[in-house]
C-alpha cells in the first residue's frame, strides 16, 4: 500500500518548476528567446505544460524525445512534444533528448540537445551550408584519404546544393535568382583581352560557363512565360488588382533578372564566351535581349498599382 508521500505525488508533479532540470531549461529559453523569466515560470506551471514537462524529463517509454518551445508573433509561449505541420511566423526553441529514462541533474554530454528554430527556416539552412557544411566539404584537408574523383564529385555536389537552395530562396520571394557557376570567382583573375586567351583558358571553366548559360535559358524563359491568366485558368476568378499585381511582380522580377545580367563578374563571363567563340554566346546574347524586350515596354507598370 503506497504512503501519503506517494499517493500526493512527486515533487516534480506537485511543483515542476521547482525541479532544477526544469529551471536548466528555463535559463535557455530566457536566453534564447530574450524572455523575462516570469514567463517562463507562467508557461511551465500552467496545467498544458505539466504534462508535457513531466514526460520529457522523466523520458517514461512511449514518450517523445521530443521538446519545443514556441514563441507566437503576439508573445504566447507554447510547449509542444511535434513540430507544426507548417512553419510559424515566431521563433522557436526545442530540445533533444538523446537517452532513454530521466534526464541527469545536470545533463550528462550529449545527453542533451538544443537549439533555435528561427521562422525563416529557408535562409537558416542557406547559412548552415553556406557557412557549416559547404566549407567543411571543401577543404581539401578532409580529402587526402580519397580518390580525386571523389573528392571532385562532391565539389560538385556541394555546389548543386547551394544553387539549388539559392534558386528556392529566389522562388518563396517571388524573384528568379540565378546562381553563378563553380570557379566564378577566377573570373576577375582572367584577362580577356590576351591574345592568347583561347590557349590560357581553364577549359573546364568555359564548359561550366556554358552549361550555366542553359540553365539561366530554361529560368528566364519560364519567367518570361508566365500567363496572367493562370490564376483563372486554375478556376479562380481575380479582379483587376490582381492582374496590375502580376504584371508589378513581373516587371520588378525582369529587373532583378536584367541587374544579375549586368553584374561585372557576369558580363566577363559573356566576354569570355565570346573571345573563345562558344556556340553558347549567340544563345546568352539572345537571352538578354529578351530580358531587355520584356522588361522594356513596362517601366511605369509599378506605379499604377
Avoid at 542533451?112 to 557557412?131: I, K, N, R, T
Avoid at 563578374?265 to 559573356?270: C, I, S, T, Y
Wanted: with cysteine; aromatic share 6%; charged share 25%.
Amino acid at each position: 500500500m503506497a504512503g501519503p508521500e506517494e499517493e500526493e505525488g512527486s515533487p516534480a508533479e506537485d511543483a515542476p518548476t521547482s525541479d532544477p532540470r526544469v529551471r536548466l531549461l528555463g535559463e535557455r529559453v530566457v536566453r534564447s528567446l530574450r524572455l523575462k523569466p516570469e514567463r517562463w515560470e507562467r508557461c511551465a506551471g500552467s496545467p498544458e505544460a505539466q504534462p508535457l514537462l513531466r514526460g520529457f524529463l522523466e523520458g517514461a517509454a512511449g514518450q517523445p524525445p521530443l521538446l519545443l518551445v514556441t514563441l507566437s508573433p503576439a508573445g504566447q509561449l507554447a510547449l509542444s512534444t511535434e513540430l507544426p505541420a507548417s512553419p510559424g511566423r515566431g521563433k522557436a526553441l526545442f530540445f533533444l533528448r538523446r537517452g532513454p529514462g530521466p534526464l541527469s541533474v545536470p545533463p550528462g554530454p550529449g545527453e542533451l540537445l538544443y537549439g533555435d528554430l528561427p521562422a525563416s527556416s529557408l535562409e537558416h539552412f542557406a547559412a548552415l551550408v553556406e557557412e557549416v557544411v559547404a566549407p567543411v566539404l571543401a577543404n581539401q584537408k578532409n580529402h587526402h584519404s580519397w580518390p580525386h574523383v571523389v573528392s571532385q564529385d562532391i565539389m560538385r555536389h556541394v555546389h548543386s546544393l547551394k544553387s539549388n537552395i539559392f534558386v528556392v530562396i529566389g522562388q518563396v520571394k517571388g524573384k528568379t535568382l540565378l546562381p553563378l557557376p563553380a570557379g566564378s570567382e577566377r573570373m576577375e583573375y582572367i584577362d580577356c583581352e590576351n591574345e592568347k586567351i583561347v590557349e590560357l583558358v581553364d577549359k573546364s571553366l568555359v564548359h561550366t560557363i556554358e552549361s550555366t548559360v542553359i540553365e539561366w535559358s530554361y529560368q528566364i524563359q519560364g519567367a518570361l512565360k508566365r500567363e496572367s491568366s493562370e490564376p483563372l485558368l486554375q478556376g479562380s476568378n481575380p479582379n483587376p488588382k490582381v492582374e496590375l499585381e502580376f504584371w508589378k511582380n513581373r516587371y520588378e522580377d525582369l529587373e532583378c533578372i536584367y541587374n544579375q545580367l549586368k553584374t561585372q563578374k557576369v558580363r566577363k563571363m559573356a566576354e569570355l564566351l565570346d573571345r573563345v567563340q562558344s556556340s553558347y554566346f549567340p544563345a546568352f546574347k539572345a537571352m538578354f535581349r529578351d530580358v531587355v524586350e520584356g522588361e522594356i515596354w513596362a517601366p511605369s507598370l509599378p506605379y499604377l498599382c
